[in-house]
């Protein structure tokens, strides 16, 4: 038997999977996708984008905007607050 004949090596010599089980510690010999590090098993091609369609979606004000908004906020108000002291002095 020719083994350039044989459909499968192509497939034994892709890369391999990246993901190693827990239980053993053993590299997944799974073929990884193309494209992944990952075998289809361990997750490749899956996935969601984030946010309103990611199904833990809740409110959205965790989205990423908020978060960064929210920050630039508390940053306004700690450098009004260092004005404020400066002007009027602190209580310190
Ligand atoms: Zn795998």
Request: proline letters at 5%; charged letters at 30%; glycine letters at 12%.
């Amino acid at each position: 038997m020719d083994n350039d004949d044989n459909p499968m090596s192509k497939a034994h010599e892709a890369p391999r999977c990246a993901a190693t089980s827990k239980r053993t510690g053993e590299r997944c010999k799974g073929p990884a996708v193309s494209g992944w590090r990952v075998c289809r098993f361990h997750g490749a091609g899956g996935g969601h984008s984030p946010g309103k369609d990611h199904p833990s979606w809740r409110h959205g004000m965790r989205a990423q905007e908020w978060i960064a908004a929210r920050a630039e906020i508390s940053e306004l108000v700690r450098k009004a607050r260092e004005i404020e002291r400066l002007l009027f002095g602190g209580a310190e």
